[in-house]
């Protein structure tokens, strides 16, 4: 490139004789025409056409950057072609596709460029630095940047009311669905299931209810050579994960923790926990939980309720995996010291293995040395939890008896006046209670009498709201249709063939155990809180038909 000391048209600009120039585009994902970056660069070479100095040497596009600062890939690349000496002359449509940002634009135009003898022309605001400026450039110029910084605030709060808005209406918006996950194909903003990596998450969740750690899974993921949520999303996007440092991403523990932790699986649609603090910087802060946005049931779900609850459950217990297996011990996390609270600990002494209180051990001890033989603990347990499964197949036969009664017609009606009943009566009393405010501000009744019938009406309003959930539990089985209300009752039914006592077993059924000095035991079965309000529903029911009340023979037996 020839050079020449001074330019013809501005005295105290060098410059050179022909302009080796680099076309630069800008859009941001909000632009609304998706063909602006084509729009701009086609203006940029017919307006080059008609200098004779200028010869476009490169074209630079930074398509979906946000005009706020200067971390954009191609915008990069010319700045460091200007380094290089490659190119000394920049066109863009108008300023703003420069940036918006009034101070580093400013500083870009006032000292970078000239720094570099780099001429810049901006087509649609009639620019060219080549040419000498005016008072009213020395005043418009600056101005217009301010506008266009202006422009830019204005866009970020009008988006994020946008995205807000969207938030609450349980529209996707994040970037990419989550793993398992695809944006519907008529309906960028819905969730549809990916089914192959949705059979890779049941595997996951299944493999952790069976007593495999996240790690454990995470290897059988890799040998089994499935792709993991990086590598499978590199298939439909662009998607380039940021501190990737191998050729080809693999599974993780926290990988497989996101996922065993992720609500989406079961239809909860969870966004806005974080956010910038400003449209000017990209740093990412956390939101208090009470500001995001939780959508239930938002789209269908991969993993059912009770297995998300089991393996969260699971998640926060102290488990060990058994020394040369891939699963941990069938109880392991859920034997707790009935007399301090503390886990209790699987240990071996004679060829034998016990669970004994953590606490007793060590320098510190703060309880009795009271253990339990391991052998003698799982019969325990499985003959408790063989009699609560038999008594759950009684209650699904009683079911079966009473929704063939011709009276049950009659009583769902009855079942759903009364709930109608008590609904109305509770925002009749809610209409009270708000009125006495009012009452007691014009004097009609006292503070005492204004605090005291408060009470009395919230008291109220307590006791209806627990009738009605008690007549919709009563509805919920005498209809049995939805398979979601009884869905407890197949949580021990599903065992009425009793397989050999392992991990699936014992975490399906048992919330915790609770060993006591002496041996005293205490199980806290999954879903015994239903069997026993069915099991009261029921004696209410054949005792109301029968016109006798109930001998008791079948009542539930409490580990």
């Known amino acids: 490139m020839q050079t020449i000391s001074t330019c013809p048209r501005r005295a105290d600009y060098p410059c050179r004789a022909d302009f080796d120039t680099a076309a630069y585009a800008r859009a941001s994902k909000d632009d609304p025409d998706s063909s602006t970056i084509e729009n701009q660069i086609e203006l940029i070479r ?103 910084e202006q422009y830019l605030r204005d866009s970020s709060v009008k988006i994020r009311s946008g995205l807000n808005i969207k938030r609450k209406n349980g529209n996707f918006v994040s970037a990419f669905a989550p793993y398992g996950y695809k944006r519907d194909d008529n309906d960028k903003h819905s969730l549809v299931i990916d089914e192959h990596a949705a059979e890779v998450v049941r595997s996951i969740f299944r493999l952790k209810i069976e007593g495999m750690s996240q790690q454990k899974i995470a290897e059988w993921l890799d040998e089994i050579g499935e792709p993991s949520p990086a590598e499978y999303k590199k298939r439909e996007t662009n998607y380039k994960a940021q501190f990737q440092t191998n050729v080809r991403a693999s599974w993780s523990a926290v990988a497989i923790g996101r996922i065993l932790k992720n609500p989406a699986y079961i239809g909860v649609l969870v966004q806005g926990k974080q956010t910038t603090p400003s449209y000017k910087v990209k740093r990412r802060v956390d939101k208090p939980e009470d500001e995001w946005h939780i959508i239930e049931d938002n789209h269908e779900p991969i993993i059912s309720k009770r297995d998300f609850e089991i393996v969260n459950g699971l998640l926060g217990q102290d488990t060990r995996t058994a020394p040369k297996q891939n699963t941990v011990y069938p109880l392991s996390g859920m034997v707790y010291c009935g007399d301090c609270g503390n886990n209790m600990i699987r240990t071996k002494s004679d060829g034998k293995h016990y669970y004994i209180c953590a606490s007793s051990r060590g320098k510190e001890k703060c309880c009795s040395s009271h253990c339990i033989q391991n052998d003698k603990l799982e019969r325990a347990v499985t003959e408790a939890v063989t009699r609560q499964i038999a008594f759950a197949l009684e209650i699904e036969k009683s079911l079966s008896y009473i929704k063939s009664l011709p009276s049950q017609q009659r009583n769902i009606v009855n079942l759903s006046a009364q709930i109608t009943d008590r609904e109305e009566e509770i925002k009749s009393c809610e209409r009270y209670k708000r009125s006495l405010y009012e009452d007691y501000k014009s004097g009609i009744i006292s503070k005492e009498d204004y605090i005291e019938f408060g009470k009395d009406y919230t008291a109220r309003i307590t006791e209806l709201k627990q009738a009605v959930l008690r007549l919709h539990n009563e509805a919920e089985l005498l209809l049995g249709n939805d398979s979601s209300a009884l869905e407890w009752l197949t949580h021990f039914t599903q065992y009425r063939n009793i397989p050999d006592f392992n991990r699936q077993f014992a975490v399906n059924l048992i919330e915790r155990i609770d060993v006591f000095t002496r041996k005293r035991i205490n199980i806290h079965l999954r879903y015994g809180d239903c069997l026993e309000s069915a099991y009261e529903i029921i004696k209410g029911i054949i005792k109301e038909e029968a016109g006798c009340s109930v001998n008791g023979e079948n009542e539930p037996k409490t580990a």
């Not at 605001?125 to 000498?132: A, G, H, K, Q």
């Open 46 to 148: 017919e307006y080059a056409k008609n200098l004779p100095d200028v010869r476009i040497v490169s074209v630079r596009e930074d398509n979906g950057f946000s005009g706020v600062d200067f971390i954009r890939p191609d915008f990069n690349k010319m700045m460091k072609d200007i380094e290089d000496s490659k190119i000394n002359c920049v066109i863009v449509k108008d300023l703003s596709r420069l940036g918006r940002n009034y101070i580093e634009v400013g500083e870009l135009m006032e000292e970078v460029f000239p720094k570099y003898n780099v001429r810049l022309i901006a087509i649609n605001d009639n620019y060219d630095s080549l040419n000498p400026r005016t008072d009213a450039d020395e005043i418009i110029i600056p101005f217009k940047n301010l506008i266009n």
